[in-house]
């Protein structure tokens, strides 16, 4: 069955500290993977989209990393301010659907 | 430009009542998507529709139909609404028809719906 899980399910951290989310997939054949950043009350807006030969992409603060062979994924958010605080969603592309994770709920508190 | 719109925002439905749902898109985009959200669930695929003329079921279709108007539009209806739909729907597009084609998706600000 393809799946998405994510870990950990909440965060919270200090403004200023990096964090590290987790992403583990089974889903196949793999055509890409993708991060989230979901705003409370909108819509997901990406963040990162990865190819099965790319190990590691930036945006910003926000360092995505894949690996094909284990399938797994991690998302580094590094000096993190306030407005980090969302939920931040994996998403992995197979044929022509999205498989979606649970997704990560971020707290950044000063 | 204004990406992906939604209306309506807010609704509460009774059980057995019956919306649509619209969205449209700006972007000269060839899919477009509906999803639900659930608490503690990730989205869920309703429906699709990768190209005008042609739709396809997604992970979670029954109780809903959908209508790909014209390239920019794609609507979702609900015949006779259930407390189970009760959920936050959103609706995508992106430029690439296919799941491998590295176009990113758009989203829209999403519909809440309550069925009672």
């Known amino acids: 069955k393809n799946q998405v899980e994510q870990s950990p399910q909440s965060l919270i951290i200090l403004e200023g500290k990096n964090c590290t989310l987790q992403?583990?997939?089974?889903?196949?054949?793999?055509?890409?993977l993708r991060w989230y950043k979901q705003d409370t009350g909108r819509g997901p807006v990406s963040l990162t989209i990865?190819?099965?030969?790319?190990n590691t992409k930036s945006n910003g603060r926000y360092t995505a990393t894949l690996d094909a062979d284990t399938k797994q994924s991690s998302l580094h958010i590094t000096a993190s301010q306030l407005s980090d605080s969302a939920s931040y969603i994996c998403?992995?592309?197979?044929?022509?659907?999205?498989?979606f994770g649970t997704g990560t709920s971020l707290t950044v508190i000063p | 430009n204004a990406g992906v719109t939604q209306t309506p925002k807010f609704q509460v439905l009774k059980t057995g009542q019956s919306m649509t749902l619209q969205c449209a898109q700006d972007?000269?985009?060839?899919?477009m998507y509906w999803y639900r959200q659930d608490p503690g669930m990730g989205l869920r695929l309703i429906y699709y529709?990768?190209?005008?003329?042609?739709?396809d079921k997604g992970e979670v279709p029954n109780g809903y139909n959908v209508s790909r108007l014209n390239k920019r539009e794609f609507s979702l209806r609900l015949e006779s609404a259930a407390p189970s739909q009760t959920s936050v729907y959103f609706c995508?597009?992106?430029?690439?028809?296919?799941?491998?084609?590295?176009?990113?998706?758009?989203f829209g600000p999403g519909t809440r719906l309550t069925v009672l």
């Open positions: 995508a597009s992106r430029y690439g028809t296919s799941g491998g084609a590295l176009h990113e998706q758009f």
């Open positions: 992403c583990n997939y089974t889903v196949s054949p793999f055509s890409n």
């Open positions: 990865m190819t099965f030969s790319e």
């Open positions: 998403v992995v592309s197979a044929d022509n659907q999205f498989y």
């Open positions: 972007m000269n985009h060839n899919s």
């Open positions: 529709s990768a190209s005008e003329g042609t739709t």
